[in-house]
């Protein structure tokens, strides 16, 4: 018998040999064209919970509910008390085949519908349980391989988008196509009988875009990121945006007088670039924002060199120049009535045989001179060429965003940025974005102190660390401000916040987190936003 059948499938494989190839192939497609299953569709729901009574049966957000009556017949929230406890805040219950629409629907639990802003902690809670919720609940989907993900808005379609997409965001550019995780479409739930708010809902995508431009670029490795590549790709990113890209080279900053930033990038072969980004938004006539964001690629430390694992992660160096891209791209889409300047630095800093040492003096455009007392206190260098620079604009205000102090950690963790600035109006509306996004900041004193620190010596200007011990955050604040045009400018230290571990926020995986790119959009919008039509439908 096996005999027989060996002798079958010979002759069935010289019949087909007969054919060709090419229609074994069209006959292998169409099986499986007519095989394969359709689109699958999920849906993610919010249901709240007291967390403080283990014996709170739950209640479902307005469309839970309307789900739950017209489709499900009250079965879903049978299911869930038959499955167990309510799910806190974060926790994710799915279930498969309610109904024909959607193949699993997940509930996530958001805590008790009583969360909103908490002084204390400086924080809209509620806003912060919705990215969480939707987070994990569109991970949760994302592990089936659900093709389309429905999110209601949970009370806020803003924070709603941003968790979907934020949470299934995956750095996979260079793995192999068939190796990389699986990532679904997320849109908004819509359901005729209960208002849902669109707008806030393209909003939101826009921001966590923007973010997530902000970690892809801060993922590459610094080989495949150099000064040079950084500027091609945001010449790609930016094409039909909107925004225009205006890309110096090494000529241009030494015509410009840039001694200081092209000081730190002369231990590097790669050449330094200068990036100039602009959006014009309102009238010619109105004054624009600049935005500077530091750009080194990669930072060794220079001769006084970083251990390795210190290294490690210095890819992200440019997470500065990343956040000002990704922020511009985002104001452009939303349309916002300002008009931007972005100012991005770019250059690796090296150990090279060319690199700046330890006492060696800079002079600078402005006439003063600054003694380099520490090679790996780089990032202000960086940054004082463009801040000067930023003078002929005739700013309305100027904010920089840089990776410029390791110790921010050591006050912080990750859970927020430090912010340094000289303007009270600035720092509350900074605050207010952080509140709003859940992307918190903190204020650092700009006292004197810091500045006579740097200025303790006889035979220079400024140096750029102080004499004392510790303030390190402050001192390179004070420095920046030895160099800084008149007028409003704030200084966002963000070194401590350019990774996390995926535990610091829940709908942040593992790697960069691109922060605080959402806060700065947040911050341009709410200065753009009029008081006249901001004040008939608050978003917030």
């Known amino acids: 018998m096996f005999t027989t059948l060996r002798s079958l499938a010979r002759a069935q494989e010289s019949v087909l040999k007969s054919y060709g190839s090419a229609v074994l192939r069209h006959r292998c497609y169409a099986t499986l064209d007519k095989c394969a299953s359709p689109p699958s569709k999920g849906l993610i729901l919010g249901i709240y919970r007291d967390e403080d009574d283990m014996f709170d049966t739950g209640t479902f957000t307005p469309a839970g509910a309307r789900y739950n009556e017209a489709l499900t017949n009250g079965r879903l929230l049978d299911l869930i008390r038959l499955a167990g406890p309510i799910p806190k805040r974060g926790e994710v219950r799915v279930f498969y085949d309610l109904e024909p629409t959607f193949k699993a629907v997940a509930v996530c639990g958001l805590g008790s519908d009583c969360l909103g802003y908490e002084s204390a902690e400086k924080l809209d809670e509620s806003k912060e349980a919705i990215r969480f919720a939707t987070a994990s609940g569109c991970r949760e989907l994302q592990k089936l391989e659900t093709n389309f993900i429905y999110v209601e808005d949970m009370g806020h379609a803003e924070s709603a988008a941003e968790g979907a997409h934020m949470g299934v965001w995956v750095n996979q550019q260079l793995k192999k196509p068939n190796k990389r995780w699986f990532v679904p479409h997320c849109q908004l739930h819509v359901d005729p009988a209960i208002p849902c708010d669109s707008d806030g809902w393209r909003i939101g995508v826009l921001k966590a875009e923007a973010q997530n431009l902000a970690r892809q670029l801060q993922e590459m490795p610094s080989n495949l990121m150099t000064p040079t590549t950084f500027a091609q790709n945001v010449v790609q990113l930016l094409a039909n945006s909107g925004v225009n890209v205006e890309v110096k080279v090494r000529s241009w900053a030494e015509a410009h007088g840039m001694s200081s930033f092209l000081a730190v990038a002369k231990g590097s072969c790669e050449p330094p670039i200068f990036l100039e980004l602009s959006y014009y938004g309102a009238g010619s006539k109105e004054p624009p924002i600049v935005l500077v964001g530091q750009g080194n690629t990669f930072d ?73 007392v520490n090679a790996d206190c780089e990032g202000p260098l960086v940054l004082v060429d463009a801040l000067l620079y930023a003078e002929t604009f005739g700013p309305k205000f100027i904010v920089d965003v840089s990776t410029a102090s390791e110790h921010v950690t050591d006050s912080f963790g990750k859970v927020c940025s430090a912010v340094f600035t000289n303007s009270e109006q600035l720092w509350q509306r900074i605050k207010n974005a952080g509140i709003h996004t859940g992307d918190r900041v903190w204020r650092l004193p700009l006292w004197d102190y810091f500045t006579e620190q740097l200025r303790s010596v006889e035979h220079v200007d400024v140096q750029n660390v102080g004499r004392g011990v510790g303030g390190e955050p402050c001192s390179h604040a004070a420095f920046l401000r030895e160099f800084l045009p008149c007028g409003q400018w704030m200084h966002i230290d963000a070194h401590n916040v350019m990774t996390t571990e995926g535990r610091d926020y829940p709908y942040l995986r593992e790697g960069m987190a691109g922060r605080p790119t959402r806060t700065l959009i947040e911050f341009i919008a709410q200065g753009a936003c009029k008081q006249d039509t901001c004040g008939q439908k608050p978003r917030h």
């Open 300 to 372: 060794s430390g220079g001769l006084c060199a970083k251990t390795c694992d210190d290294m490690q992660p210095m890819r992200g160096d440019m997470s500065g120049a990343a956040c000002v891209v990704a922020a511009c791209r985002a104001i452009a889409s939303l349309n916002l009535p300002v008009n931007i300047r972005g100012l991005i630095p770019l250059c690796e800093h090296m150990i090279g045989c060319n690199a700046m040492k330890p006492g060696d003096v800079i002079a600078m455009k402005n006439g003063k001179s600054i003694e380099v």
